[in-house]
Nanobody
Framework: QVQLVESGGGLVQVGGSLRLSCAFS??????????MGWFRQAPGKEREIVAA????????VYADSVKGRSTISRDNAKNTVYLHMNSLKPEDTAVYSC????????????WGQGTQVTVSS
């Protein structure tokens, strides 16, 4: 069973930056068999995708709301995916979760518990 554990959330001031990490473990398949995504859900809002990265790291996509101030990356040797965000805004406040999508899957198969990010002014 795949386990995803996020870390790096917390309280950040407007304009600040942070790096979220998601550690992957427990699969019979290697980490690079999975595309990875970061999602977020703010109170009273639906979950939205923030960024995604292919198994190799060669392809990345971003939500318009974070494009230009966020970078998703992965280290397949460390079984970890990262989300670096800067120029943070109050509207970035949410629970951020990572998810894994097996190479043969259409949908994300596994989800982490999430980490809270709060941007204060």
């Amino acid at each position: 069973q795949v386990q995803l554990v996020e870390s790096g959330g917390g309280l950040v001031q407007v304009g600040g930056s942070l790096r979220l990490s998601c550690a992957f473990s427990g699969s019979g398949h290697t980490f690079d068999s999975y595309a990875m995504g970061w999602f977020r859900q703010a109170p009273g809002k639906e979950r939205e995708i923030v960024a995604a990265i292919s198994w190799s790291g060669g392809t990345t996509v971003y939500a318009d709301s974070v494009k230009g101030r966020s970078t998703i990356s992965r280290d397949n040797a460390k079984n970890t995916v990262y989300l670096h965000m800067n120029s943070l805004k109050p509207e970035d406040t949410a629970v951020y979760s990572c998810a894994a999508k097996f190479v043969a899957s259409i949908y994300y198969n596994y989800w982490g518990q999430g980490t809270q990010v709060t941007v204060s002014s």
